[in-house]
């Protein structure tokens, strides 16, 4: 008898499960609470304005598919790649990212192709995706549909999970399962009705210490994106951290990143013409939205409260729960800094295959996905972690006008900004070493175990800067003092706040 597997939620981390379990011969029905999206002639553009997910709260914030999710589709869903290339998805290669000094040298290398990355609107990836999922046999999708309560009885002494009580037009009904795949985000309440019946599953979580804010923009009628310069389109400030994503259709965002602490600026930011002055004092960021360029086409987007979250469902006794498998953001969460979450959802879609095909024992699967899972993605999630702890202290720091850094931090400080930094932007094979980290084809610790790359980076630090002067990158923007001046906002009151507070 075939086993019935219900999937709650249809987002990024449901339409992986739902494609990876339907490729490999088994039938699935995906339960999502929203609506599906709007149809029409300009079905991205409906899915951008129109399309309520009242579940996925950064639906409109910057979106790209590293480049192992990109090759990963290539491979494994080569139609779905058609269609997001129809839809206006880009792909961007290795080389377009490169330094324009580095630019100017370039040889292609074997490997270089997979170092490409997928990028549109998150609500373009997630409507083609969803309808290229609804032409796949075994994935029947069942929207404008609550998940009220999780089935569970107990089997040996373990919990397992029976099915879900749903809601549907307002009736409630009982659906058994076999398996149950929460896919429902970071807001998913499953795993505490589990905990509320003794199934004892441990997280640990991390403040991220930052909020993202994003702003849409469409390029003019006829008008081209600005050519690059030496000034990169991404950067860390430090008080402040930006990017510009190209989109699909004409389409752009830009992402500004600011620290909890700094109050001041967060509280302004979110303000459109803020937002815009802020965007053409940065010389990597104000060719794009210049009004001679683009126009603005979305309000101000937030989002806070962010943490990194790994959550343990088996130790050395066997899986907590039987028959239940988290996936995507209820499972692992992180920063979004880092664009891993989708990548995350579909290795853990891979993952859980793979346990399947090999056993039906629930106890055995159950310990493969989350040993495998862990095996594959731990490296990746203590590697933000650690960069988010930083970026903390760095944040504090920057508002602290008597700081000075002890010869430690100094010493640190200068292996990043004199010899990592520099490295990376003089030297092409480098920094192809660390974007395979980066993209998560490689493991984030390869990169700085490699013998080969430590000579390099060492070798350019004792160097010293002024040889080093033409890798440096350009002045990114205003520091701090003066971001704040010019946006007349006081420069110490988030300290004194601190300050006081401690």
């Not at 430690?408 to 003089?426: H, K, M, Q, Y």
Request: aromatic residues 8%; charged residues 30%.
């Amino acid at each position: 008898m075939e086993e019935r597997i219900l999937i709650v939620g249809g987002g990024i981390a449901g339409l992986w499960s739902a494609l990876a379990l339907a490729k490999s011969g088994r039938s699935v029905t995906v339960i999502e609470r929203d609506p599906p999206a709007p149809e029409g002639e300009d079905s991205a553009d409906l899915a951008f304005t129109d399309w309520e997910r009242r579940g996925v709260g950064h639906l409109r914030h910057s979106h790209a598919f590293l480049a192992r999710l990109h090759k990963h589709i290539r491979e494994w869903h080569p139609e779905l790649m058609q269609d997001l290339l129809a839809a206006g998805c880009r792909e961007i290669g290795f080389a377009d990212n490169l330094p324009l000094a580095l630019r100017e040298t370039y040889v292609p290398a074997p490997g270089d192709e997979e170092l490409t990355i997928l990028t549109s609107r998150r609500t373009t990836l997630e409507f083609v995706m969803r309808r290229y999922a609804l032409r796949q046999p075994g994935i029947e999708f069942v929207t404008d549909t609550l998940v009220r309560d999780v089935l569970t009885e107990t089997r040996s002494g373990r919990l397992a999970v029976t099915g879900l009580a749903i809601e549907r037009d307002g009736e409630r009904q009982e659906w058994p399962a076999d398996t149950v795949i929460d896919a429902a985000g970071k807001n998913s309440q499953l795993i505490d009705t589990l905990n509320e019946r003794g199934a004892g599953i441990e997280e640990k979580t991390e403040r991220a210490g930052i909020l993202y804010f994003t702003r849409h923009y469409r390029l003019h009628e006829g008008m081209g994106e600005p050519e690059r310069n030496k000034v990169p389109s991404a950067g860390d400030m430090g008080f402040m951290k930006y990017g510009v994503f190209p989109a699909d259709n004409g389409c752009f965002s830009i992402t500004i990143a600011v620290p909890e602490i700094e109050m001041e600026l967060r509280k302004a930011i979110i303000r459109p013409e803020t937002f815009d002055f802020i965007c053409s004092q940065l010389p990597g960021v104000a060719p794009w939205t210049a009004e001679d360029r683009s126009t603005p086409v979305s309000k101000v987007y937030g989002m806070g409260e962010l943490i990194s979250r790994w959550r343990k469902l088996a130790d050395d006794d066997g899986p907590r729960v039987l028959n239940f498998f988290p996936l995507g953001d209820s499972f692992i969460r992180t920063n979004p800094l880092y664009g891993r979450g989708c990548t995350f959802a579909a290795i853990e879609a891979e993952t859980l295959v793979h346990a399947f095909d090999r056993t039906e024992n629930p106890v055995a699967r159950a310990t493969l996905y989350f040993n495998n899972a862990r095996g594959a993605l731990r490296p990746y999630y203590s590697d933000m972690v650690k960069q988010d702890k930083a970026a903390i202290r760095r944040a504090r720091n920057a508002l602290d006008p008597d700081y000075r850094p002890k010869l430690r931090n100094r010493v640190i400080r200068s292996f990043a900004e004199d010899a990592i930094t520099p490295a990376l932007r003089g030297d092409t094979a480098l920094l192809r070493e660390f974007m395979r980290a980066f993209h998560m084809i490689d493991k984030p610790s390869e990169f700085l175990r490699n013998p080969g790359n430590i000579a390099k980076i060492m070798s350019v630090w004792a160097r010293g800067k002024k040889r080093n002067a033409r890798h440096y990158p350009p002045k990114l923007g205003p520091d701090r003092q003066e971001m704040m001046a010019l946006l007349d906002l006081p420069a110490t009151s988030d300290w004194e706040r601190l300050r006081d507070a401690a």
